[in-house]
């Protein structure tokens, strides 16, 4: 009874160290979509074009991926607890500086720290779920911490269209930014970075970390997820920046229900992201099959809404957004497959530099697409922001398509690890 007492204990505990680093990767998520709720707010206030809010969007983006591959040393060197509190008041820091902005500069500035901030939380709760869970609970845990991340987004949509009618966009970030503030103080208060921090382990240090860095860009096996994970998140990022906008022009929806519908995605995900990873670890044990599979269907989705932009009636582009957020649940095999390729004890480093494949996706096509309507619009304006053409959504969520068609082709040159770590089976054949 003492050691069952005992695990009932550590298991409670453990998820006590990994929920304050996953409720701040939730904010995190919550900032990648909330430009789609006030981009129309922001070109009013402003008197930016469509390229300027999807600059802004994206500038989180260029920060999250400048130091993912950093922020997973600084953590494998220096702790969960240091780093996902120091990140957590960055990120409140730059929201609420993005509140009070004036002018473009400051609204940058803040938008820039709010991507420097999040950039250590999801990889701060995967370091967690590595160091206080057993390894053959990781494949889960990465999908349930994506899934945390699906909440963030659903919490930008309806909620924060919800909040932004009640205290104004700017009023808006001022609650976000003090609730992150709150919560990294909290997260700094609770977290260890070990289950033997009480007897006096410590992090590793940089140097040894530094090193494992160089084993894993060098290896051949860790870029087909990088780059998969690239086109499939560089698809669903420009849909939950432009989803919003494209209903208000081309439906005619206030934001409030444009935001809603906007939300059968990240409902679907709620279910599909687990499932995926649950499935992949305990019934397929399999990771490449199930990636391929779900990113093909992904891009076949993609390639139907591409094609009937403004045509379906809004119950069917509801039921199309909830099929694609089911099978857009394969990206969180993403994860398992860069560690599992990669030597074990470099968990933290691999995880990094795949999950930045992602997000240099969104970084570095959201400016482009934004551009691509801005080439398409007509002049029509409604209430100082741009009102784009049905033809303007069409090309950019093309491109979209594209997009994740390319991740379906990408994930056949993934390595099929039947979860677990191959590093020395492929080390060997490679020789």
């Given at each position: 009874m003492v050691s069952l007492s005992g695990m009932q204990f550590s298991a409670r505990r453990a998820w006590a160290m990994w929920s304050l680093p996953a409720l701040l990767f939730l904010v995190a998520f919550f900032h990648r979509g909330a430009p789609s709720i006030i981009a129309k707010d922001l070109m009013q206030e402003f008197g930016v074009t469509g390229a300027v809010v999807g600059l802004l969007s994206a500038t989180y983006f260029y920060a999250y991926a400048g130091l993912m591959i950093p922020g997973g040393l600084l953590l494998d060197g220096l702790g969960v607890r240091r780093v996902v509190a120091a990140g957590g008041v960055v990120m409140g820091l730059g929201t609420l500086a993005m509140g009070a902005a004036g002018g473009e500069r400051l609204l940058f500035a803040g938008r820039f720290g709010v991507g420097l901030g999040a950039s250590v939380t999801f990889i701060g709760a995967l370091k967690v779920a590595a160091t206080w869970f057993p390894p053959s609970r990781f494949g889960f845990l990465s999908a349930v911490t994506a899934t945390v991340g699906v909440l963030g987004a659903l919490a930008s949509t309806a909620p924060l269209a919800l909040l932004v009618a009640l205290a104004g966009w700017r009023g808006a970030l001022w609650v976000v930014g003090g609730l992150t503030l709150a919560a990294a103080l909290l997260c700094w208060a609770v977290v260890r970075d070990r289950p033997d921090a009480a007897a006096g382990g410590a992090a590793p240090g940089l140097r040894p970390v530094l090193a494992g860095m160089l084993v894993v860009l060098g290896n051949r096996h860790t870029w087909?997820?990088?780059?998969?994970?690239?086109?499939?998140?560089?698809?669903?990022?420009?849909?939950?920046?432009?989803?919003?906008?494209?209903?208000?022009?081309?439906?005619?929806?206030?934001?409030?229900?444009?935001?809603?519908?906007?939300?059968?995605?990240?409902?679907?995900?709620?279910?599909?992201?687990?499932?995926?990873?649950?499935?992949?670890?305990?019934?397929w044990r399999r990771r490449k099959l199930p990636y391929a599979l779900l990113a093909a269907a992904y891009g076949a989705f993609w390639v139907v809404f591409a094609a009937t932009l403004g045509v379906l009636p809004l119950g069917a582009v509801y039921a199309l957004f909830f099929a694609m957020g089911l099978v857009g649940g394969g990206f969180v095999l993403t994860w398992p497959i860069g560690r599992e390729v990669n030597p074990p004890h470099l968990a933290g480093v691999a995880v990094a530099v795949v999950n930045l494949g992602g997000f240099l996706g969104a970084a570095l096509t959201q400016g482009p697409i934004g551009a691509v309507l801005d080439a398409r619009w007509t002049g029509v304006l409604a209430g100082g922001a741009r009102v784009y053409p049905v033809g303007a959504y069409q090309a950019a969520f093309a491109v979209c398509a594209a997009l994740a068609l390319g991740a379906a082709l990408l994930s056949l040159l993934l390595r099929e690890t039947r979860g677990r770590n191959v590093y020395a089976e492929l080390s060997t054949r490679d020789a």
């Open positions: 087909p997820p990088f780059l998969a994970f690239f086109c499939l998140y560089a698809a669903a990022g420009n849909l939950f920046l432009w989803v919003v906008p494209y209903l208000r022009d081309v439906y005619g929806l206030s934001a409030g229900d444009a935001a809603l519908v906007a939300t059968a995605p990240s409902l679907a995900l709620l279910v599909s992201g687990p499932l995926t990873g649950w499935l992949s670890d305990r019934v």
